[in-house]
């Protein structure tokens, strides 16, 4: 067994107890890709890459949406604004921000 200094004993502990949080919130397929890293920064990181390639996959498909998105011709047309609006919002939620102008566009 590896012996640290004093200082970084609190540390590593700390570190051991954030990792375990964390593996104790992810299903077992996401452990399973994260549970190699050392330190809870590295399976932190290592999480946010595989989410940020998901989120963005996400918005590619909801701006895919927003774009073809079109109300029937006996449709009703509050519905369909309210599903564009929805779709804008999920968009913005994402960091995605859809200008007043080319909202106007989609409408």
């Known amino acids: ?8 004993k609190p540390w590593i502990k700390d570190d051991r107890y954030v990792k375990q949080v964390i593996a104790a919130s992810l299903l077992e397929s996401l452990f399973l890709r994260v549970q190699k890293e050392e330190i809870a920064k ?11 390639n998901h989120s963005h ?7 895919r949406k927003l774009q073809d998105t079109r109300c029937t011709k006996k449709g009703n047309l509050c519905a369909h604004f309210d599903k ?16 007043d102008d080319d909202f106007a566009a989609v409408l």
């Open 1 to 8: 067994m590896i012996e640290y200094p004093e200082k970084l």
């Open 57 to 63: 996959i996400v918005a590619i498909d909801l701006r």
């Open 84 to 99: 564009l609006h929805s779709l804008r919002e999920q968009l913005a939620a994402l960091g995605q921000s859809i200008l």
């Open 42 to 52: 590295g399976v932190w990181d290592a999480l946010t890459n595989l989410f940020q």
